[in-house]
């Protein structure tokens, strides 16, 4: 008991043991010692086969289901424990009491949690409730599922859904801005546009954590994700998921029936690079950027104004950089923390050279595109001063370079976008590129 114990407390003195314990502590897994479902902990410990094996499911049965999670492998190790409880063994083991664990469903998994954290066993509820051997003349302390349960608070939810990555979806804006389309009727729809995003967005969030959460718990910062850490219980993320998309779809209705079938191209994509794509060297970028573009593409489409094929250009070579920027910045942490090659991912921390290289050569593209579009004669019948249009290509070379020098320094969390948001410099050169271009007008 005290080695595993000390993976999670740290060096504890030992305690001598009794010939024969008189107090006896029992912990129920569910609800109390384990902050998630054992049962979908088992489905989703290997997404992958968990769905080739469904597909070979005639119904779905409960039992068919529960056959299914009994035989999966899950890491013992990794689970999202109670640290709380866990303190509470420790000081049980302290006093020289033994422990046992309560399950009344996936005995061999529960056993496989009391082997590795070093408790004496597992019980049934019927046995417990008999007074049945091991608990003859033992006095018990029993801490149950009434004690764990957990209520998942505001801010959970927030962070589960990504609420700061709501940013990434106002590019649903820049097609009414570009087009000077300010009306109330263009910014209601473009509003509307950014709502379903938002909601489609969230849904894919959580099913990307249900899907990588055996990678997420490996992760040093994707860890303390809701999912990962058990602080939302994978069966409360299980119906948000298609409530979000619901939601998504009908706000699409009151916009067009083409914009519910480029929100869907999204939400297609979506799935696909959660199960497939992002697996894959260098298409999982261009799938990126080309999601942010279905944003930009999606908002023209609301608003109903022609997409600009400059804008379109343009778009896709900055978020082409900033993905790059974003594999280089995960691979850069993982150089620094001394880990391994990522295992979910099809890149290597030696190509990190390469990869700088790209995002630096996709930023300075989308600044020469630019180069030409103000240049071109469709910016005379926009803009009364086009001239000024010439001011943001210094600030644009500054912030792509700023994005790669602070990667580089490894300063720069997973996500480029939302440092810039937080950035103060980056804050500011965004600022200015705004006025600029209103000056422009």
């Keep these: 008991m005290e080695q595993p114990l000390r993976q999670h407390f740290g060096q504890v003195e030992p305690v001598p043991t009794p010939a024969a314990a008189e ?82 469903s996936f005995a061999d998994h529960a056993a496989g949690i009391a082997s590795h954290l070093g408790f004496d066993g597992v019980v049934a509820p019927a046995d417990l409730v008999a007074g049945a051997v091991p608990f003859e003349r033992a006095s018990i302390a029993h801490i149950s599922g009434q004690s764990g349960s957990r209520r998942t608070s505001l801010k959970t939810w927030a962070n589960a859904l990504r609420v700061y990555q709501y940013t990434k979806n106002t590019l649903v804006f820049v097609p009414a801005v570009t087009a000077h389309q300010m009306n109330l009727s263009a910014l209601g729809d473009a ?66 029936g083409i914009f519910v079938a480029v ?20 298409v999982d970028v261009v799938t990126l950027a080309g999601l942010y573009s279905l944003r930009i593409i999606a908002g023209a489409v609301a608003v109903g104004v022609v997409l600009s094929e400059w804008l379109l250009m343009f778009s896709l070579f900055v978020f ?9 910045s995960e691979l850069s942490m993982r150089q620094g923390a001394g880990l391994a090659d990522p295992s ?13 290289a790209m995002a630096a050569a996709s930023g300075m593209n989308a600044v020469i595109v630019f180069s030409l579009y103000v240049s071109s004669s469709t910016v005379a019948t926009l803009y009364s001063r086009p001239w000024m249009l010439w001011l943001l290509n210094p600030l644009l070379l500054y912030w792509f370079g700023r994005a790669l020098m602070m990667a580089h320094r490894r300063e720069m969390p997973d996500d480029p976008i939302l440092y810039t948001f937080r950035d103060g410099a980056s804050r500011i050169t965004v600022a200015a590129m705004i006025c600029i271009m209103l000056a422009a007008i």
């Excluded at 979910?344 to 700088?356: F, G, Q, T």
């Design 320 to 328: 082409t950089s900033l993905a790059l920027i974003k594999r280089f």
């Design 344 to 356: 979910n991912r099809d890149y290597k921390i030696s190509d990190l050279s390469v990869i700088a």
């Design 191 to 256: 509003l509307l546009a950014f709502l379903a995003f938002s909601a489609c967005a969230s849904g894919a969030y959580l099913m990307n954590d249900l899907l990588d959460l055996a990678a997420d718990r490996q992760h040093p910062t994707k860890r303390h994700r809701a999912l990962a850490a058990g602080t939302l219980p994978i069966a409360h993320a299980l119906i948000a998921i298609p409530a979000l998309w619901l939601f998504a779809v009908g706000a699409s209705l009151c916009i067009s």
């Design 263 to 282: 929100l869907g191209a999204y939400l297609a994509t979506t799935i696909a690079y959660s199960l497939v794509l992002k697996r894959k060297m260098l």
């Design 23 to 104: 107090r006896v502590l029992v912990i129920d897994v569910r609800g109390a010692l384990l902050r998630s479902d054992l049962g979908l902990e088992a489905l989703f410990s290997d997404p992958g086969k968990t769905l080739r094996h469904l597909r070979d499911i005639s119904s779905w049965r409960m039992s068919e289901l529960g056959a299914l999670a009994a035989d999966a492998a899950i890491d013992y190790a990794s689970l999202p424990y109670d640290q709380d409880v866990l303190n509470q063994a420790l000081a049980a083991r302290a006093r020289s009491e033994k422990i046992y664990l309560v399950a009344d």
